[in-house]
């Protein structure tokens, strides 16, 4: 029997379908502080959830516009926010919303 071996990037999309992997996966590469790191993180977070037919095309749209965003000004907001709360005392965090009954998908 020949053995199949998966690669790293199939298994990262693969534990990213876990809301619970997902979210300190972005947290951990928005602490990296380089914003081609956190858009190959959100990217490989839609391609998960994509895998499990989740995205809308609202999401499609939102993560183009804020790559864009990440590549007109290299996130110099979201790294300026985290490091004004630093500053003060704070971080940023991801963490896995509550699903509501009645929407499933929220």
């Known amino acids: 029997m020949v053995s199949r071996s998966i690669s790293y990037q199939e298994e990262l999309i693969e534990s990213l379908k876990d809301p619970l992997e997902a979210a300190p996966y972005i947290e951990?590469?928005?602490?990296?502080?380089?914003?081609?790191?956190?858009?190959?993180?959100?990217?490989?977070?839609?391609?998960?959830?994509?895998?499990?037919?989740?995205?809308?095309?609202?999401?499609?749209?939102?993560?183009?516009?804020f790559s864009e965003l990440l590549s007109e000004k290299k996130g110099a907001e979201i790294y300026c926010l985290s490091a004004l709360?630093?500053?003060?005392?704070?971080?940023?965090?991801?963490?896995?919303?509550?699903?509501?009954?009645?929407?499933?998908?929220?």
């Open 28 to 65: 951990a590469c928005l602490e990296e502080g380089n914003s081609e790191v956190l858009k190959l993180a959100l990217n490989d977070v839609v391609e998960a959830r994509h895998k499990m037919n989740e995205p809308s095309e609202e999401v499609a749209a939102l993560v183009q516009k």
């Open 85 to 106: 709360l630093d500053a003060l005392g704070f971080r940023l965090t991801v963490t896995v919303k509550e699903r509501n009954s009645s929407n499933p998908k929220s």
